[in-house]
């Protein structure tokens, strides 16, 4: 699978704050909301970037590069976690991770690394505002919290800022986002 596509896509700054006892908490109005779908996009998405940080971590050249790498794999693991807590909490069985992902591009040394965490990130900030937009409302301070750390470490690793991240710009005069 691809680390860009909508299955298995990509990754989120600081380590995530969904505790247990807030992913237990949602876990019931998962299944009573019929959101696992959207959970289970985030949760492939959190394999992608765990996937992704094993190599970025391979390439990166300084101490620098390198905390930043364990401390975001860290983090991925942990909402990784956290979802498949809640998705089991929910009586949904959580999708497991692909066996390898297909890289958006060649990661041939630092400055490429620090490319595909940056993807990774960007990438993460879509399905996350993705997964805000569909959850009811109790589950939204976990997913806009997953929002906002991948957009805080998107810009750590050098993606473009934007006004919404995650949500894809609107031109003036039109009322759908473009590709």
């Known amino acids: 699978m691809a680390l860009g596509d909508?299955?298995?896509a990509a990754a989120a700054a600081p380590a995530p704050s969904a505790s247990p006892s807030?992913?237990?908490?949602?876990s019931t109005t998962a299944s009573a909301g019929g959101t696992a779908a959207p959970f289970q996009d985030a949760?492939?998405?959190e394999h992608a970037a765990v996937y992704?940080?094993?190599v970025v971590g391979a390439r990166v050249a300084d101490d620098g590069q390198r905390t930043a790498a364990r401390t975001a794999l860290a983090a991925h693991q942990a909402r990784r976690d956290a979802w498949q807590r809640l998705l089991s909490g929910a009586g949904t069985t959580p999708d497991p991770a692909a066996a390898g992902y297909q890289l958006p591009f060649p990661v041939t040394d630092a400055a490429s690394a620090g490319r595909l965490a940056a993807h990774l990130e960007t990438r993460l900030t879509g399905v996350y505002a993705d997964l805000v937009a569909a959850v009811p409302t109790p589950q939204r301070p976990l997913a806009a919290d997953a929002?906002?750390?991948s957009a805080l470490r998107a810009r750590q690793w050098g993606a473009a800022p934007?006004?919404?991240p995650g949500i894809?710009?609107?031109p003036?005069?039109?009322s759908t986002p473009t590709p």
Do not use: I, K, N, V
């Open 162 to 164: 934007t006004a919404f």
């Open 52 to 54: 992704g940080y094993g």
């Open 43 to 45: 949760l492939g998405a």
């Open 172 to 174: 003036a005069g039109t």
């Open 147 to 149: 929002l906002r750390e």
């Open 6 to 8: 909508a299955a298995p």
């Open 22 to 26: 807030a992913s237990t908490s949602a």
């Open 168 to 170: 894809a710009d609107t």
